[in-house]
C-alpha cells in the first residue's frame, strides 16, 4: 500500500500560483502513475491531470492547460501540482492519487486505488 499526503494549500487572489505537494510513504511511487484531482463543493470530483512513472508523459484537463504542470521526484517520492493564473473557478479541494496500472493515464477517480485526504484550494476574485 501507499500513504499519500498533500500539502500546499491556500487562498490565493486571482491570478496568483500555488504549488501543491503530495509526500508519499509505503512505497516508492515510481510504480504508480500518479493524478491530481479536484472536487468542488456540490459537485462531482474531476480529473485534473496526471502524470506516467518515469514522468515523460503527462495528461491534462482543458480548463487547465497552459496554467497548471505536474511533475514528480521519484527520489524523493513526492508528486508537485504549479499551479499559474489561477481563477476562482480553480476553488476545490485538491486530492493526489496513485494507479497502478502501467498505461495509459486514466482519468476517471474510480481507476485510482490510493488517495490522500485532500488539501483545499481557494482562490478570490
Known amino acids: 500500500q501507499v500513504q499519500l499526503v498533500e500539502s500546499g494549500g491556500g487562498l490565493v487572489q486571482a491570478g496568483g500560483s500555488l504549488r501543491l505537494s503530495c509526500a508519499a510513504s509505503?512505497?516508492?511511487?515510481?510504480?504508480?502513475?500518479m493524478g491530481w484531482f479536484r472536487q468542488a463543493p456540490g459537485k462531482e470530483r474531476e480529473f485534473v491531470t496526471a502524470?506516467?512513472?518515469?514522468?515523460?508523459?503527462?495528461n491534462y484537463a482543458d480548463s487547465v492547460k497552459g496554467r497548471f504542470t505536474i511533475s514528480r521526484d521519484n527520489a524523493k517520492n513526492t508528486v508537485y501540482l504549479q499551479m499559474s493564473s489561477l481563477k476562482p473557478e480553480d476553488t476545490a479541494v485538491y486530492y493526489c492519487?496513485?494507479?497502478?496500472?502501467?498505461?495509459?493515464?486514466?482519468?476517471?477517480?474510480?481507476?485510482?486505488?490510493?488517495w490522500g485526504q485532500g488539501t483545499q484550494v481557494s482562490v478570490s476574485s
Open positions: 509505503g512505497r516508492t511511487i515510481s510504480a504508480y502513475i
Open positions: 502524470i506516467s512513472r518515469g514522468g515523460s508523459t503527462t
Open positions: 492519487a496513485a494507479d497502478s496500472a502501467v498505461t495509459p493515464l486514466r482519468t476517471t477517480p474510480r481507476s485510482y486505488e490510493y
